[in-house]
């Protein structure tokens, strides 16, 4: 019996990923290697990262970083550079979520939430790009969320911090277009991941906003797969804005 063929549409790719420990950063992490990609994963719970890193073996390398500390960051993804010789990729995906309203709201838990969801993706990027090859396709991927364009009445900071990722990947693209570095921003509708459990919340306020439609949440590695699509795409094709929901979800 011949072995299995295992598919290799990322093989010699080197993609860092933050918010690797959990939910959609670890699925993406699983993707990338098991199509033949090497992973740095970035995330604050050094254990559970140490666990993937186990998992997927020597293309992963765990790095335990906060993406809010700038100087941390910077020093980890040089190191990320240098064991795999330079990165061509890079995908944003820390974040956190609140539920609350503004008029009530915690100034100090909104400039937290915007720490990580919004200053983190743009440190993150500028950490990464000094050290991405000079050639063969290169991808700034940052995760939002349709909440960017879905106004609700509990959502209106965490709203506000992916309406401002869906401005950075809007100005990015037009910043790295000379150096042919491709940007793409994906936005998922409802996904099952520890977000909805580790929100930070008013107290009485649910743990989520609610999503109307009928239909189930998607699992992360059904996302990572359309990352590892994203990713795989030829040098000269550039995929800038996905938006993935379930089927039957009635957000816009």
Known sequence: MKDPVIPTVLA??????????????????????????????????AERL??????????????????????ELDKIVAKAAVAFGSLDSVVANAGQALVGHIATGDPASWRKLLDVDLFGVLATVRAALPHFADNGPRDVLLVGSTAAATPHEIAGVYSAAKRGVAA??????????????????LEPGDIATELRDRAVREEGRPATRPVTG????????????????????PERI???????RPTGELTP
């Open 238 to 244: 550039a995929l800038n804005h996905v938006v993935v």
């Open 12 to 45: 010699g790719r080197r993609v860092l990923v933050t918010g690797a420990s959990s939910g959609i950063g670890a699925a993406m992490s699983r993707s990338i290697v098991s199509h033949g990609g090497r992973v740095a994963i970035v995330a604050r719970r």
């Open 50 to 71: 140490d666990g993937l890193a186990k998992e997927l073996g020597s293309q992963a390398l765990a790095l335990p970083c906060d993406v809010t500390d700038y100087k």
């Open 168 to 185: 950075v990947a809007d100005s990015l693209r037009l910043e790295l277009a000379p150096r042919s570095i491709r940007v793409c921003l």
């Open 214 to 233: 009928t239909h189930t949440p998607m699992a992360p590695a059904e996302l990572a797969e359309i990352v590892t699509f994203i990713l795989s795409r």
